[in-house]
């Protein structure tokens, strides 16, 4: 079965409705979602890598989809892994503009941003009423043919979660 890998935000988790949301979604399209459940303070980036291994081995992956930093760790995966990505509000830079005050997770610091093209399809989807990152720095470091502006859209996104399912419907298939 095709499976989608879901990133949650920093601080969340795959309890929440746009999860259960998500999930759903596509579901009624023959799609799995797997969650990963990830304290991202507690768990170094080399640990989620080898997750997403195991993941990868079990999984037909099509594809990968977050938001904020499980935008980072979608786009990230779908970067080095030629898969296809769809992301609401990346964080970008992260430890620089948000996680530099948080000791745990000083090894972002050496993290990329993943957002060069690797020919795998990718949408960007970006509020600009984002109440915690600054959609301009994601616009301005993804190609433009793979961002979409939504005006007034907020960080978490609930407000546009339908139309960017529908939109990453279609970067999916």
């Not at 170094?44 to 195991?54: T, W």
């Not at 050496?110 to 970006?126: C, D, F, I, P, W």
């Not at 915690?132 to 720095?137: E, P």
């Not at 043919?145 to 339908?162: A, M, P, R, T």
């Amino acid at each position: 079965m095709s499976t989608i890998i879901y990133f949650h935000g920093y601080q969340s988790d795959c309890k929440t409705e746009k999860f259960d949301r998500t999930k759903a979604f596509f579901a009624e399209h023959g799609i799995q979602v797997v969650g990963m459940e990830l304290d991202y303070e507690n768990i170094p980036p080399n640990a989620i890598d080898k997750i997403i291994d195991l993941i990868f081995k079990r999984h037909e992956i099509i594809g990968c989809i977050g938001c904020s930093l499980g935008g980072y760790w979608a786009n990230r995966v779908g970067v080095l892994r030629k898969v296809a990505v769809a992301v609401a509000n990346p964080a970008i830079e992260f430890y620089q503009t948000k996680g530099k005050d948080i000791e745990a997770l000083a090894e972002y610091k050496q993290e990329k941003a993943y957002t060069e093209s690797n020919g795998a399809k990718r949408l960007v989807m970006l509020g600009t009423a984002d109440e915690v990152l600054d959609y301009r720095v994601a616009q301005k470091a993804f190609p433009a043919q793979e961002v979409k502006l939504i005006e007034g859209g907020s960080h978490s996104g609930y407000d546009f979660l339908d139309a960017f399912l529908q939109a990453a419907l279609k970067t999916f298939q």
